[in-house]
């Protein structure tokens, strides 16, 4: 069975500092991942996907995620953060082989301070 | 923005009563994905459908059930409430079956049982 598992329910950065927030999987067959924003009071907002195209996955706001299969791990990261960046964030997993649902690792809010 | 509205924004129900939440998803989508969010489970799968079909089952309770409609609104009824059922519910929609279409979720229903 696939799981997610996300290091650190919080972080806390100072602006302009770098943003690394930590995502391991498991999955039995190659996944596809997800990376998911949710700002308070809203829904989820899609950040970026790996599909195996690109190990190496830019998206919106500035944020990457690098796919390591030896490692099993799609970390994010953005080099300079920026007060609206705080939010919660969630890694998601969903297998290759058509699996249509998504699993969701416990989400790891950020701080941004002054 | 994403495009997936639903309603209500809010719910509060005793214990015991039915609700029915509804989703429309984005104009295009054939999908429909229904998501709990809890602070003790975190963000877990209920149920998707595609199309009018049942396509996949997650953790979902005999108590709840969800059907799609043919202009592809989606309602997740949730009866016999507890107070553990007190939750956000997302839905969910994509254009595809399974991934790696991009899920977009809308703002959530938050419902309180009492």
């Known amino acids: 069975a696939q799981s997610v598992t996300q290091l650190g329910s919080h972080v806390s950065v100072s602006e302009g500092a770098l943003v690394l927030l930590r995502c391991n999987y498991s999955s039995s067959v190659p996944p596809y991942l997800f990376w998911y924003v949710q700002y308070p009071n809203q829904g989820l907002q899609l950040l970026l996907k790996?599909?195996?195209?690109?190990?190496l996955v830019k998206g919106i706001n500035g944020f990457e995620a690098e796919f390591k299969k030896s490692e099993t791990s799609f970390h994010l990261t953005k080099p300079s953060a920026h007060m609206s960046d705080a939010a919660e964030y969630f890694c998601a997993v969903s297998d290759q082989g058509g699996s249509e649902k998504l699993v969701f690792g416990k989400g790891t809010k950020l701080t941004v301070n002054p | 923005d994403s495009g997936v509205t639903q309603t209500p924004k809010h719910l509060i129900t005793a214990t015991g009563q039915r609700v029915t939440l509804r989703c429309s998803p984005r104009?295009?989508?054939?999908?429909v994905y229904w998501y709990q969010q809890s602070l003790d489970q975190g963000l877990q799968f209920l149920i998707q459908y595609y199309n009018g079909e049942e396509r996949a089952k997650g953790n979902i309770l005999e108590r709840f059930s969800a059907q799609q409609f043919p202009d592809l609104h989606s309602e997740l009824n949730l009866s016999s409430l507890e107070l553990g059922d007190s939750a956000l519910y997302f839905c969910?929609?994509?254009?595809?079956?399974?991934?790696?279409?991009?899920?977009?979720f809308g703002p959530g229903t938050r419902l309180t049982v009492t």
């Open positions: 790996y599909t195996s195209a690109a190990t």
């Open positions: 969910a929609s994509s254009v595809g079956l399974a991934a790696p279409y991009e899920q977009y």
């Open positions: 104009s295009g989508d054939l999908s």
